[in-house]
């Protein structure tokens, strides 16, 4: 199901985009009106030679052509889903399964706007795969509480009762992780990042129960789903 893709850190988030073209549909991506909730923060990635979006916690996003979408995820879950005859498809990150009130921190609310933005984007229900990644308890000494254990729980028995197969996943253990996807292949990949990435990322997750956090982070070997 996991088959390694490269091994070396994908950097040059700053880095500026490759011609003419590449700065234009930035600049058009850039300057689009966004729904709620629909992430914003737009970059080129010098590595993948493509213009990318990175999806906050809390936030989702949905395309038919590939655009890079990518998250860095602790305890969070990542839900990468497909239609795999129309090739559209999108990614959202949420905090926790259940909460009050309309926000995509919590799963049942992340999910339902994640699969209806890809129904309104020309998706069909009966061909939806899924790919799910995060989870992970990646506090020490933590792990009573389960957050990333509730997560996955939650969002693959989500997936089942809505029939929607999950064709990979990686989920749980002690890593955080960075996930790029691609919708119109519905190709993903995963880094398991350094625990020396861990503080920065938990403090991002934290700060996003409240706001929205913008930062960047980058990591180690890549695994292609």
Request: aromatic fraction near 8%; charge should be positive; hydrophobic fraction near 40%.
């Amino acid at each position: 199901m996991m088959q390694t893709a490269a091994h070396h850190s994908t950097a040059g988030h700053a880095a500026g985009p490759g011609s003419g073209a590449n700065a234009a549909r930035l600049a058009a991506l850039k300057a689009a009106p966004r729904k709620t909730g629909e992430a914003s923060f737009f970059y080129y990635d010098s590595h993948f030679h493509s213009e990318a979006v990175k999806v906050l916690p809390g936030e989702y996003f949905v395309a038919k052509e590939d655009i890079l979408i990518m998250t860095t995820l602790g305890s969070c879950i990542a839900a990468c889903i497909w239609d795999r005859e129309r090739r559209v498809g999108g990614m959202n990150h949420f905090m926790l399964p259940e909460g009050s009130g309309d926000s995509g921190r919590y799963g049942s609310y992340a999910m339902e706007v994640l699969i209806n933005e890809i129904l309104k984007a020309g998706g069909a229900r009966h061909s939806l795969e899924a790919k799910v990644f995060g989870g992970g308890a990646v506090i020490s000494g933590m792990n009573s509480i389960n957050v990333g254990e509730r997560n996955t729980r939650f969002v693959l028995d989500y997936l089942r009762t809505e029939r929607i197969t999950v064709v990979s996943k990686d989920v749980m253990d002690i890593y955080p992780r960075k996930v790029c996807f691609l919708p119109a292949s519905g190709k993903a990949m995963v880094k398991r990042l350094a625990s020396s990435n861990t503080e920065a990322l938990l403090a991002q997750e934290a700060a996003a129960a409240h706001r929205a956090v913008r930062s960047v982070s980058t990591g180690g070997s890549v695994d292609l789903f």
